[in-house]
């Protein structure tokens, strides 16, 4: 349905031509910032209510600006030009334009898009990360400042088309000015230094002949991994130098209180640069001093994590092609530095005078372990004869695709992956009979198995059902996440015991989804890390990233990991710029970094700062460098607070393996809704279910939320029923959690573990969840639209499928014995509903990502547990400290934990409040908060 709201008519200060606007200037746009009444027309679409109206209460430049009001959670707010543009082919545009909001929750999007009058919206590179991501979230700013959202367009033909801004999602409002339509290119700067050295050679020897051979190991204690130098605790924090040239200010982190850094070293070639390992049971280790005298000369006080480039040197594929990565038609994979890049039998028709590729080992070989392992302990015996050896603590292990190990959209048809994935078979089900059950194929020998086939490039996003049941294609994805894992632990216990002194070992994670659960059960590997999302790092979006609290139970730390660029690094393409978020000022770098640092403090874990590019490189960043360390160290001296979240989340193992497609709209969405839950004011611990259902400690929270744990066994299925649903316990099941088992898919079994009757139609769909406006107490003042994978489709594709991603497969209840909370807006069907039984309350949430703030913060509330506060502020926090970053400006009031008496500013040491169950601070949009708790 459309509704005409209101029009501006069409007013050109040249002239027009066959109906199209021309251009004034290098802008094709009428009125960009609407001054006059002229050129844009508001309409109400898909049962959308609002408005649209020229206002002079915001204004970027001039008098006016255009507010789009949004009032329900239906349809969309739509702006248009009234007449056409008219592009040229081949021309590369530019819609660009400024917005200023300040009551948008995190489901709201504003999309600036091209297309047809009334047809489909539409930009470049739509399924790219960079245009999507960082283009589509409505955010909210302080007094005065305006945020910029831009998109590109290029036409294969000269034509007419109309550019086009739709507000979606909950109810709020934005103000847009400044709009253009332009050709001219945008400007690109660069930047590049050196690091000077302060201490000569024979200086830096002469401090480290005085250290002592220092160690480093991973510990727990009172409840934290804790990390000690030569027995001493220190901040789990380090510099992650830049990998190739070794250019970072190590002199500076040392001085802001950071005692550990990584430096680079390559086992083979690695863009275009030899590394120690030349050949076949050939090195030449001098490659290997350099970097580490560069960064003693800078800081002779250093503890070195070696970062150990795993990668073969150039003639090692030729050698061995067997053991290389192939795809399904047999041609070996070839990187350059460490992306799988492509694949071909002869390298020489692909490489380049500025690129000589080599051929990618495939994880699996035994060959590619035997040989770089070897090459990892020569290395370590080497080490050891020189001076350098006092100053090492560790290992940072990279390989493989991206330095992180995966590869998941590439399969891996080599021989060794076959091989492994069957003896993998062997041990999972012990005797072919099993399997062939398992599978439902008849199968007479292991040595049948066969590789499932991946769907490909020519293969559309719903080639494959919604989900997959338990067989060939699931093992196989289960086989290859372990195996990744594997491989690091098997280098990292070469390393150990080389040392012969106590070393850590570190490997990047970001496994699928974030999921961790394999790393836990590692012997060698005492760390990993993972990064938040890049466009979610700037001030005024949540960071959307959550790592578990489940790696201490096992030894384990965890670091996050922060490349955060500057002011001080190069500024790339605008649309790319505003995706790897940037902090282009000392405010904006100072506002992500506490963002971004205060999950790791609120959580006990570490981080490492990710020099690239002389990312930090001013003395700006390095006082708030040196004052998050003393911050860091302060909180690592405290004794550990009694507090805990009386909600928790509960993690599956299976990394969501279950999804036919691998881009689909739950796992895309998944940011969206951790989003929800940290604006929820509710804090809430992550934990993997198999550490809840084997530990007592962790069966005592008040709320347990099922998000998408779609594979629940039938133990586990026991173990829920007869661990969780009792002692007035609140259990959330979201969507798909419970809906397949060892015997499959069924609905049947989800609707027994969530106690209510749901249903299923197992194809792609699309739904709109509306919450119902009832006296219930978990809908009141709850926000309407629910449906976090529902938005994520809408930034693809107004309507329908999408070429870049996978709808998901609609669930919904009928229960006359459940209490309906929301439903479809397509077809009236229950979309939420909660049921009381005795001992415990079930709500189910039949939509997928569709925990909203406000819900969630109306379950707790329900079940008693702790809530911080209203939803809206972003925060994370533990008993004894909290990071708030400003998701809007207002007075927020914060109630506190249990047994606090004392809040400080850390910055000030002043105390903001005493003796008080609760607190108002003033908070403004895009600024982060930290407070400590006594």
């Known amino acids: 349905m459309r509704r005409h709201q209101h029009t501006l008519g069409f007013l050109l200060l040249l002239h027009t031509v066959g109906g199209s606007a021309t251009v004034r200037g290098d802008n094709l746009l009428p009125n960009l910032s609407f001054e006059d009444s002229d050129g844009w027309e508001v309409t109400l679409e898909s049962g959308a209510t609002g408005q649209g109206t020229r206002d002079n209460s915001q204004a970027k430049s001039g008098g006016f600006s255009m507010k789009l009001t949004k009032s329900n959670g239906l349809g969309y707010v739509h702006l248009a030009t009234t007449d056409p543009l008219h592009v040229k082919a081949g021309v590369k545009y530019t819609f660009r334009g400024y917005f200023h909001s300040e009551d948008a929750p995190v489901s709201s999007l504003i999309l600036f898009r091209m297309g047809e009058k009334n047809g489909d919206l539409y930009y470049d590179a739509i399924g790219q990360s960079a245009g999507w991501m960082s283009q589509s979230l409505l955010i909210n700013s302080p007094e005065g400042q305006w945020e910029k959202r831009v998109i590109t367009y290029r036409s294969d033909r000269d034509r007419d088309i109309y550019p086009h801004v739709v507000l979606y999602g909950n109810p709020c409002s934005v103000w847009l000015d400044d709009l253009e339509f332009t050709a001219e290119p945008y400007k690109v700067t660069g930047k590049s230094g050196q690091v000077p050295m302060p201490f000569s050679k024979e200086q830096a020897l002469e401090i480290l002949q005085k250290r002592e051979n220092a160690t480093a190991r991973v510990v727990v204690r009172e409840g934290r991994s804790m990390l000690l130098l030569n027995d001493r605790p220190v901040p789990p924090v380090l510099l992650k130098g830049e990998p190739y040239h070794t250019s970072s200010?190590?002199?500076?982190?040392?001085?802001?209180?950071?005692?550990?850094?990584?430096?680079?070293?390559?086992?083979?070639?690695?863009?275009?640069?030899?590394?120690?390992?030349?050949?076949?049971?050939?090195?030449?280790?001098?490659?290997?001093?350099?970097?580490?005298?560069?960064?003693?000369?800078?800081?002779?006080?250093?503890?070195?994590?070696?970062?150990?480039?795993?990668?073969?040197?150039?003639?090692?594929?030729s050698e061995n092609p067997d053991e290389c990565w192939t795809n399904e038609k047999g041609e070996r994979g070839y990187g350059w530095w460490g992306n799988l890049e492509g694949f071909t039998n002869d390298l020489s028709k692909v490489n380049t005078p500025q690129r000589e590729y080599w051929s990618y080992p495939s994880y699996q070989s035994?060959?590619?372990?035997?040989?770089?392992?070897?090459?990892?302990?020569?290395?370590?015996?080497?080490?050891?004869?020189?001076?350098?050896?006092?100053?090492?603590?560790?290992?940072?292990?990279?390989?493989?695709?991206?330095?992180?190990?995966?590869?998941?959209?590439?399969?891996?048809?080599?021989?060794?992956?076959?091989?492994?994935?069957?003896?993998?078979?062997?041990?999972?089900?012990?005797?072919?009979?099993?399997l062939s059950s398992a599978w439902h194929r008849p199968l007479k020998d292991f040595s049948e198995i066969t590789i499932p086939r991946t769907p490909g490039p020519g293969d559309t996003m719903e080639a494959e059902p919604p989900y997959l049941?338990?067989?060939?294609?699931?093992?196989?994805?289960?086989?290859?996440?372990?195996a990744t894992w594997d491989l690091r632990d098997h280098f990292a216990g070469i390393l150990k015991q080389a040392a012969g002194k106590p070393v850590i070992t570190l490997a990047y994670g970001n496994p699928d989804g974030y999921y961790f659960h394999d790393f836990l059960r590692l012997k060698n590997l005492d760390a990993s890390g993972s990064m938040s999302y890049y466009p979610f790092r700037n001030p005024g979006y949540d960071a959307g990233y959550r790592p578990e609290n489940s790696f201490v139970l096992h030894g384990k730390l965890f670091f996050q990991e922060l490349d955060l660029r500057s002011w001080t690094s190069e500024e790339y393409e605008e649309v790319y710029q505003a995706w790897i978020g940037a902090g282009r000022s000392p405010e904006t770098w100072r506002a992500l970094q506490r963002k971004l640092v205060g999950v790791s403090l609120a959580n006990e874990q570490g981080y490492w700062y990710y020099d690239m590019n002389r990312y930090f490189d001013a003395p700006e960043i390095m006082r708030q460098i040196?004052?998050?360390?003393r911050i860091t160290k302060q909180l690592q001296a405290r004794s550990r607070s009694r507090f805990r979240p009386d909600v928790v989340v509960?993690?599956?193992?299976?990394?969501?393996?279950?999804?036919?497609?691998?881009?689909?709209?739950?796992?895309?969405?998944?940011?969206?809704?951790?989003?929800?839950?940290?604006?929820?004011?509710?804090?809430?611990?992550?934990?993997?279910?198999?550490?809840?259902?084997?530990?007592?400690?962790?069966?005592?929270?008040k709320v347990y939320?099922?998000?998408?744990?779609?594979?629940?066994?039938?133990?586990?299925?026991?173990?829920?029923?007869?661990?969780?649903?009792?002692?007035?316990?609140?259990?959330?099941?979201?969507?798909?959690?419970?809906?397949?088992?060892?015997?499959?898919?069924?609905?049947?079994?989800?609707?027994?573990?969530?106690?209510?009757?749901?249903?299923?139609?197992?194809?792609?769909?699309?739904?709109?969840?509306?919450?119902q406006q009832?006296?219930?107490?978990?809908?009141?003042?709850?926000?309407?639209?629910?449906?976090?994978?529902?938005?994520?489709?809408?930034?693809?594709?107004?309507?329908?499928?999408?070429?870049?991603?996978?709808r998901y497969q609609p669930f919904w209840i009928e229960d006359t014995t459940a209490t309906p909370l929301a439903q479809y807006a397509e077809n009236g069907r229950v979309a939420m509903a909660v049921k009381e039984f005795p001992g415990w309350t079930s709500?189910?949430?039949?939509?997928?990502?569709?925990?909203?703030?406000?819900?969630?913060?109306?379950?707790?509330?329900?079940?008693?547990?702790?809530?911080?506060?209203?939803?809206?502020?972003?925060?994370?926090?533990?008993?004894?400290?909290?990071?708030?970053?400003?998701?809007?400006?207002?007075?927020?009031?914060?109630?506190?934990?249990?047994?606090?008496?004392?809040?400080?500013?850390?910055?000030t040491g002043k105390t903001v409040a005493q003796n008080v169950r609760g607190f108002t601070m003033p908070v403004e949009a895009q600024r982060t908060y930290w407070l400590l708790m006594e």
């Open 249 to 317: 200010n190590y002199q500076d982190f040392g001085k802001a209180g950071i005692e550990l850094a990584t430096v680079g070293v390559r086992l083979g070639n690695v863009k275009n640069m030899r590394g120690y390992w030349v050949g076949k049971d050939r090195y030449d280790f001098s490659a290997v001093e350099e970097p580490l005298l560069i960064a003693l000369r800078k800081n002779p006080n250093v503890h070195l994590l070696i970062d150990l480039w795993f990668y073969p040197y150039q003639e090692w594929g």
């Open 366 to 434: 035994h060959k590619w372990r035997e040989d770089a392992g070897e090459a990892a302990r020569r290395l370590v015996e080497e080490l050891k004869k020189t001076p350098y050896w006092k100053a090492v603590v560790g290992f940072f292990i990279s390989g493989g695709h991206d330095g992180q190990f995966q590869v998941s959209f590439q399969t891996d048809y080599s021989k060794p992956n076959l091989a492994t994935f069957q003896e993998w078979c062997k041990a999972k089900y012990g005797s072919v009979e099993r």
């Open 469 to 482: 049941t338990p067989g060939p294609s699931i093992d196989f994805r289960e086989c290859v996440e372990n």
């Open 626 to 629: 040196a004052e998050t360390t």
């Open 650 to 701: 509960v993690r599956p193992s299976d990394c969501g393996r279950y999804f036919g497609a691998y881009f689909n709209a739950i796992k895309g969405a998944s940011w969206y809704q951790w989003m929800q839950l940290d604006t929820s004011g509710v804090p809430y611990d992550v934990h993997y279910l198999d550490d809840i259902l084997a530990r007592p400690e962790l069966q005592t929270y």
């Open 705 to 771: 939320v099922f998000l998408h744990d779609t594979f629940l066994s039938e133990t586990n299925r026991q173990a829920i029923n007869q661990k969780l649903k009792s002692k007035g316990r609140v259990l959330v099941w979201v969507c798909d959690s419970g809906y397949i088992s060892e015997r499959g898919k069924s609905v049947e079994a989800l609707s027994q573990l969530a106690g209510m009757n749901v249903k299923t139609e197992e194809a792609y769909g699309r739904l709109t969840p509306i919450m």
């Open 774 to 806: 009832t006296p219930h107490p978990l809908t009141k003042g709850v926000a309407p639209f629910q449906g976090m994978s529902e938005m994520f489709l809408w930034v693809m594709h107004k309507e329908g499928s999408s070429a870049y991603t996978s």
């Open 843 to 907: 709500v189910y949430l039949a939509a997928p990502n569709s925990l909203g703030r406000d819900l969630l913060n109306a379950i707790a509330r329900k079940a008693g547990a702790y809530v911080c506060g209203k939803p809206g502020q972003s925060i994370v926090m533990n008993g004894s400290f909290i990071s708030l970053h400003g998701m809007r400006t207002e007075s927020y009031t914060f109630r506190l934990p249990p047994g606090v008496t004392r809040v400080l500013d850390p910055d």
